[in-house]
Nanobody, 121 residues
Framework: QVQLVESGGGLVQAGGSLRLSCEAS????????MAWFCQAPGKEREFVAAISWSGSRYYADSVKGRFTISRDNAKNTVYLQMNSLKPEDTAVYYCATRRGGLRTDSQYDFWGQGTQVTVSS
């Protein structure tokens, strides 16, 4: 069983930055794809970014150029550096992982509890 624990959310002004972290348990982290999703009130969960075991990165169009996903396999941790934040980025952010290859839809097997990001205008 994989457990994911996110941290780093908070309140920030528009234009500011936050770095989210997600620490994973289990021996397969270094060979597993990792992803970040977000869910705003009243909306469905949306893909934000993903990184393969080899380091290939994929982003939603809405965050390209502003967010960066990275991973540290020695620490079993994936990060989401969020720059130039906008009020519309306000959401609960979840990290996720799955057996098998990387996907950019919500077909992930394991999810964290989420961390709130609030961007004020």
């Amino acid at each position: 069983q994989v457990q994911l624990v996110e941290s780093g959310g908070g309140l920030v002004q528009a234009g500011g930055s936050l770095r989210l972290s997600c620490e994973a348990s289990g021996p397969t982290f270094s060979t597993s794809p990792m992803a970040w999703f977000c869910q705003a009130p009243g909306k469905e969960r949306e893909f934000v970014a993903a990184i393969s075991w080899s380091g290939s990165r994929y982003y939603a169009d809405s965050v390209k150029g502003r967010f960066t996903i990275s991973r540290d396999n020695a620490k079993n941790t994936v990060y989401l550096q969020m720059n130039s934040l906008k009020p519309e980025d306000t959401a609960v952010y979840y990290c996720a992982t799955r057996r098998g290859g990387l996907r950019t839809d919500s077909q992930y097997d394991f999810w964290g509890q989420g961390t709130q990001v609030t961007v004020s205008s």
